[in-house]
């Protein structure tokens, strides 16, 4: 843009070398702007490799122009972007690092098109598009703007790191929590599930008690309605015995003996028609250990004179258990551990005393 052409004033001041040199350092520095740009960027031919904003619209100024020296500040003036550590150019533009330019990130490198004012510590310098810029005295200041930057970004990566930190140990708490709420959910669970089963193995036990309770007593009912049963049998028996023994009393003849034994005893332990006499020899009987099956046992037995035997039974249907007995006259000898019979056919195991 611009190569070779004349002045706006339309003069021919400079001769065809110079013009030729002139255009041969432009074709370099143009061909070092393009490998230096970023991507999207938009480079004035002019200020070559500057953004829009920064690029002149007008003829710079032959670095064999004299420039218009700027007043010296202690701090660039509001709004003015503060390039620092800058060095001025052989075209006579400036690069450095720049800050506080909305167009450019905090201390970027730039290089500025070339300027219409003397560059100097602490000047506004201007270019020919009319963009302006504050050359920061070169010493400390850059340093330590460069160091708060960086600063600033250790400080925020540290702010990230410590609310990642904060957002997995957020995370973890409220884990650990509903970890705690689940196992108390299912202790709580477990609680009432064996309540459940202690009040239904309580209520089955109570159930059983009851049903138990309400069997004995039936039990006990029909015992009692057996023992009255018996009893009734029983007393009438006696009565019709003693009714019979009258009878028999009555029809005997003046002088006739009678026997009395066996009145008022239950059937199966009557006497035969004709009582034999003790001093009848009676057969011995074979010693066994225990009783036979279904044979009564008589125990704390004793014989009698009339060769019948007293004591208490046991295993008979027909006497309760530990009644005393006595029973009529037996036709096998009397011992401890055999099997007697009676003359009507009962038989009892004597247990051995002792």
């Known amino acids: 843009f611009g190569f070779g052409q004349k002045d706006s004033d339309g003069g021919s001041n400079e001769s065809s070398s110079a013009k030729q040199k002139a255009a041969q350092v432009k074709a370099k520095q143009v061909a070092q702007e393009l490998k230096q740009a970023k991507p999207g960027m938009t480079i004035s031919l002019f200020g070559l490799g500057q953004k829009a904003s920064d690029s002149d619209t007008s003829s710079a100024p032959s670095s064999a122009t004299k420039k218009k020296a700027g007043k010296v500040l202690s701090t660039a003036p509001r709004g003015i972007p503060t390039i620092s550590s800058w060095k001025e150019n052989r075209d006579g533009s400036v690069s450095g690092f720049i800050f506080g330019s909305p167009n450019f990130e905090e201390g970027e490198s730039v290089t500025t098109s070339p300027l219409v004012i003397d560059a100097a510590d602490g000047v506004v310098v201007q270019t020919g598009s009319g963009s302006k810029y504050f050359l920061e005295p070169k010493g400390n200041a850059q340093a330590k703007k460069a160091a708060e930057a960086e600063e600033k970004r250790l400080a925020a990566i540290e702010a990230k790191e410590e609310a990642a930190e904060r957002s997995a140990e957020l995370a973890r708490q409220r884990k650990e929590e509903a970890e705690e709420k689940r196992q108390a959910a299912a202790e709580a669970a477990q609680f009432k599930k064996e309540q459940q089963e202690a009040k239904r193995a309580e209520a089955a036990e109570a159930a059983q008690l009851k049903k138990e309770e309400q069997e004995a007593k039936r039990a006990e009912a029909a015992a009692a309605a057996q023992l009255k049963k018996e009893e ?38 009557n006497v035969a028609p004709t009582a034999r006499s003790s001093s009848t020899k009676k057969k011995p009987g074979k010693v066994l250990s225990a009783a036979p099956r279904g044979v009564p046992t008589i125990s704390s037995w004793k014989e009698n004179r009339d060769g019948s035997v007293s004591g208490f039974i046991f295993g008979s249907p027909n006497f309760e258990e530990g009644e005393s007995v006595t029973t009529s006259p037996i036709v096998i000898d009397a011992a401890d551990g055999v099997v007697v019979q009676t003359g009507s056919g009962s038989k009892y195991f004597l247990e051995p005393k002792g």
């Open 232 to 269: 009734a049998a029983q007393a009438k028996a006696t009565k019709a015995k003693a009714s019979k023994a009258e009878q028999t009393v009555k029809k005997a003849k003046p002088g006739a003996s009678i026997s009395l034994f066996g009145f008022g005893q239950k059937d199966s332990e």
